[in-house]
Each structure stands twice: as C-alpha cells, then as structure tokens.
C-alpha cells in the first residue's frame, strides 16, 4: 500500500488541478475526480496498465463497459462510426448533458481497445470539460466502488476507500449529484435503454423523435 500522491480541491485552483489531471492521464496514471453525475476513476482509455489497474481496483473484469468522456463531438467522430446523419444531430441536442451513448467505433478504435463499440458522453461539468480540452482524447469515466456494492460520492469517504489505490483525488466541496448518468445504446438505428439515470429516457426519446426540429 503506499501513500496517496496527491489529494486536490479543485474549487481552489482548478487550472492547476487540469494540469496535475493531465499529467497522471499521460503517464499512465489513475485517479479520481467529480463529474457532472457522481465521482469517478479516471485514466486513459488506450493504456492497458490503465485498464487493468482499475479492473482491479474495482474487483471488475468487464473493463470494456467503462463510459468514456470526450471534451466534443469533434473528437468523438475520431474514434466511431456515425452513418446516419440524423444520429449527429442529435449528439448537438443532447449534449453536454448526464447521458452517456454506446455507438460503433471505427476500425483504428476497434483494433486499439479490441471491442466493438464504446459508450461516450460529453459531461455537463467544468472541471472535467477543461481537462478534455486538455488532453483531446477520451477520458475513462466508471463509478468509485466494488463490484456489487453502493458507488461513493462523499470526498472523506472516498478518500478513507481508495485513497492509497489511486495516484490522485480531485475534489470539490461544492453539491454533487448521487444519480449516474442514463445509459443507451445507439450502435443501431434507434436509442435502445440501458440504464436510466438522471435523464429519463422518455425525454431522451422525445428530443431523438423530434431532433430536426
């Protein structure tokens, strides 16, 4: 066991902690930090250390169900396959918003990470946006728990949990949202539900319906 790395508030100073952020992502490092739903393990989708370390910190082997976060939809197009043009416009409508989407990845993505789709969202949340603009990839978003049990949302506790697994705790003390993101499918034609969340997927459906509008 060592000792955490770092443990920073981002309401402080939150372009040093995009910084520090930034750092641990491109040297293979794992942390934890506050998004526009609850806290979550962060590292870099493309690093298998990555992968594997929080795998094992979560006691989870389905490592491929990670969601991911990207900064816009400039970089999602970088790594999926959107064929359907009515499938864009409804990305603009719907985010940045607490719903993440499953969709095909192109055949670069596809021989990188060995899977064929990946869940993507654009997070309604500061800290994390400033960081994706940052790092221009996507960014490994997955609750802070074990297997099986309640995600943690409360700094102190995540900090007497995990704090001497991880490389770094962003924190803040502002409000957080104890609701995980709605979770859907899009790898076909139309949003198929997954998990419901903060958004019910009856207003996601409306805005898909009506995304000419």
Known sequence: MKNILEKINIDENLNHSVQEAAKLFFNGGVFIYPTDTIYGFGGNPFNENVLKKISEIKKREEWKRYIHLVAN?????????????????????IWPNPVSVI???NSQTRKIYKSDTMAFRIPNNKFCLKLLENIKMPLISTSVNHLGQEPLNSPDMIMQEFGQE???????EKKS????????DLSSEKPVLIREGKI????????????DE
């Open 177 to 184: 949202y104890f609701v995980a993101s709605t979770l859907i």
């Open 73 to 93: 939809i400039e970089v999602l197009m970088k790594y999926v396959e959107i064929k359907n043009e009515e499938h864009y416009d409804f990305f603009l409508k």
């Open 166 to 172: 991880v490389d770094a705790v962003f924190y803040s």
């Open 103 to 105: 969709l095909k990845v």
């Open 200 to 211: 019910k997927f009856k207003e996601i459906l409306r805005i898909f319906e009506n995304r």
